[in-house]
T-cell receptor
Framework: AQRVTQPEKLLSVFKGAPVELKCNYS??????LFWYVQYSRQRLQLLLR??SRESIKGFTADLNKGETSFHLKKPFAQEEDSAMYYC??????????FGTGTRLTIIP | GAVVSQHPSRVICKSGTSVKIECRSL??????MFWYRQFPKQSLMLMAT?????????EQGVEKDKFLINHASLTLSTLTVTSAHPEDSSFYIC???????????????FGPGTRLTVL
């Protein structure tokens, strides 16, 4: 069965410092991986997906199949990045499996 | 674009009553909608996948007679919690998938969620 692990429930980073939110997955096939973000009092929204290989709001994530990881990174944290971040895995059956989430707090 | 709404946003009911939650895709057609449940400080757990015009597919451990799902049109899916009990109190979230050719590349857009409290 597929599984997504986000080891950090809470992460605090100073403004301007680099950010890395960890995500590891377990799936025997070829996964599709996503990062979703939920800002305070807002709904869950897609941040980025690995197949797009894009950078959104300065965030990037690279799929490392050898390490089965999809860590989210940003070189310089901004206060507006404070939010709840969920890593998600989509398998061939089209369902999304979510990690437990990491609450990121940017310290001014 | 791709906005999903849920109604109501919050509902409080007595034990034993049934509660219906609506999920609508406002500006697109969604052939597939998903229903999730989220407990405090926990992740989203998929309850069921709802396909327009067919029966929903429930995840293991989810009672289909307890959580009735109807996806009668391409823009509306409903979740009815029948004979609700306090343990059904939770945050229920729906999402709708926009098709963009390949199924695997589709994006799920999420509703704002419905907070259900059963007294």
């Amino acid at each position: 069965a597929q599984r997504v692990t986000q080891p950090e429930k809470l992460l605090s980073v100073f403004k301007g410092a680099p950010v890395e939110l960890k995500c590891n997955y377990s799936y025997s096939g070829s996964p599709e991986l996503f990062w979703y973000v939920q800002y305070s009092r807002q709904r869950l929204q897609l941040l980025l997906r690995h197949i797009s290989r894009e950078s959104i709001k300065g965030f990037t994530a690279d799929l490392n199949k050898g390490e089965t990881s999809f860590h989210l990174k940003k070189p310089f944290a901004q206060e507006e990045d404070s939010a709840m971040y969920y890593c998600a895995l989509q398998c061939g059956n089209e369902k999304l499996t979510f990690g437990t989430g990491t609450r990121l707090t940017i310290i001014p | 674009g791709a906005v999903v709404s849920q109604h109501p946003s919050r509902v409080i009911c007595k034990s034993g009553t049934s509660v219906k939650i609506e999920c609508r895709s406002l500006d697109f057609q969604a052939t597939t909608m998903f229903w999730y449940r989220q407990f405090p400080k926990q992740s989203l757990m998929l309850m069921a996948t709802s396909n327009e015009g067919s029966k929903a597919t429930y995840e293991q451990g989810v009672e289909k007679d307890k959580f009735l799902i109807n996806h009668a049109s391409l823009t509306l899916s409903t979740l009815t919690v029948t004979s609700a009990h306090p343990e059904d109190s939770s945050f229920y979230i729906c999402s709708a998938r926009v098709r963009k050719g390949r199924p695997v590349a589709d994006t799920q857009y999420f509703g704002p969620g419905t907070r259900l409290t059963v007294l």
